[in-house]
């Protein structure tokens, strides 16, 4: 079982940046791909970004393509998502999860991002 802990969130200007950090505890880290996913108020939950096991390919939502970078450190269990040009319909909770076959299996609490205009 994996344990994710997201944290970075908080209110930012349009145009602004954040970047969002998700730690996993145990020692299987680097054998799941990563994503992370946001759920704004009213809203499914729907994918941003993924990145597989070693980190060598990812993939992007078309609304966060060229804004948003995922990234991970297997030596540190950590996945990022780094935010730029921040627009306020990015305003949701963010979430990572731990990918099993391309579904999400172990989840975060989320933490939330606010984009104020």
């Known amino acids: 079982q994996v344990q994710l802990v997201e944290s970075g969130g908080g209110l930012v200007q349009a145009g602004g940046s954040l970047r969002l950090s998700c730690a996993a505890s145990?020692?299987?880290?680097?054998?799941?791909?990563m994503g992370w996913f946001r759920q704004a108020p009213g809203k499914e939950r729907e994918s941003v970004a993924a990145?597989?096991?070693?980190?060598?390919?990812?993939s992007y939502a078309n609304s966060v393509k060229g804004r948003f970078t995922i990234s991970r450190d297997n030596a540190k269990n950590t996945v990022y998502l780094q935010m730029n040009s921040l627009k306020p319909e990015d305003t949701a909770v963010y979430y990572c999860?731990?990918?099993?076959?391309?579904?999400?299996?172990?989840w975060g609490q989320g933490t939330q991002v606010t984009v104020s205009s």
């Open positions: 999860a731990a990918l099993v076959a391309g579904t999400p299996r172990y």
């Open positions: 145990g020692r299987t880290f680097s054998t799941y791909a």
């Open positions: 990145i597989s096991r070693s980190g060598g390919s990812t």
